[in-house]
């Protein structure tokens, strides 16, 4: 009954971290953040806000949900480590999860209150997404118990391994552009996809256009890298499911990632197809950072098996 009531906490924390990093992104492409003026966590130094105006109403949403979410990822992150603290992982990731969302709300609070660089507040939505793959992890560990979802102990070689590493630390880089091309304003500085504007120089010729070529550059770039590791699970991983179908999942995710990307720029910034950007390289990052955990995990119990890794 205790474990059960765990999972149903763990899960309803995961989906609220979701909406967190939606939250944070619907206040940048809203252009919200400075719905409650400087102050903060007030409201114009108010507790109950005077002048009501959809953008204070979104900026202070945001808050009370992402205070909301701090209270509770504490508690799992306790909760978890007296429940199954046993297992290797489950203080790392209580820890991580926990500190990672409380610096995204202290940056937050800065931006407000002293306000900050671009290159700083794009720092904003890869810090959440940090908490949210760790609260993830955090679930499924918790799933784990019972055997009802089991991360295997999986024989994974080098190449395999290199893929799920690089992948994962190259695509906080993508994050990271992707919510710099948010902060500068540039979304639309380019008006063609996928090049920047038709019948014109292949380089861009101003910075915001720099910026938004080099995020559609970085994005084609692991569009790439994941189909070629997708290949390479096809190829050698037939036999251990959670990564043959965990690449193929991630091919898709990246590829509506790419998608959605282009019809940013089609429809001219509407803000569902940007929220839905948002949500694809989310839980494209919780699937990359489960691989990792995977990797950490993976054991050659013999030479054969050793063999067998090497050359994959």
Request: hydrophobic fraction near 55%; glycine fraction near 8%.
């Amino acid at each position: 009954m205790l474990h059960r009531m765990l999972k149903w906490f763990a899960v309803l924390t995961t989906i609220g971290m979701l909406f967190v990093l939606l939250g944070g992104a619907l206040v940048t492409k809203t252009d919200s953040g400075a719905g409650c003026g400087d102050s903060w966590p007030l409201c114009h130094g108010e507790l109950i806000p005077s002048d009501i105006t959809p953008e204070l109403v979104i900026e202070l949403s945001h808050r009370v949900v992402s205070g909301l979410m701090g209270i509770m990822v504490l508690v799992l992150s306790v909760w978890a480590y007296k429940a199954i603290g046993y297992i290797r992982e489950v203080k790392f990731l209580a820890y991580l999860s926990f500190s990672f969302l409380l610096l995204q709300a202290l940056i937050g609070a800065a931006a407000v209150v002293w306000s900050q660089s671009d290159a700083v507040l794009a720092l904003h939505f890869g810090i959440s997404l940090i908490s949210f793959a760790s609260v993830l992890l955090l679930t499924l560990l918790i799933f784990e118990v019972d055997k009802k979802f089991e991360a295997d102990y999986l024989v994974i070689g080098k190449k395999m391994k290199f893929h799920i590493f690089g992948i994962t630390i190259y695509s906080y880089f993508v994050v990271y552009s992707g919510a710099l091309v948010r902060h500068k304003g540039a979304s639309l500085a380019c008006p063609d996809w996928p090049m920047c504007k038709s019948g014109q120089s292949f380089l861009p010729s101003q910075s915001h256009e720099w910026v938004q070529m080099g995020h559609r550059f970085a994005a084609g770039l692991i569009f790439i890298w994941i189909l070629i590791a997708t290949i390479h699970a096809i190829k050698n991983y037939k036999n251990q499911r959670v990564l043959f179908y965990g690449w193929i999942l991630a091919l898709l995710l990246v590829s509506l990632q790419v998608i959605s990307g282009a019809m940013i720029i089609f429809t001219k910034l509407n803000l569902y197809v940007a929220l839905a950007h948002a949500v694809f390289i989310s839980c494209l990052f919780g699937l990359l950072s489960y691989f990792i955990l995977l990797a950490t995990r993976s054991k050659i119990s013999n030479s054969k098996q050793s063999n067998s890794a090497t050359q994959m």
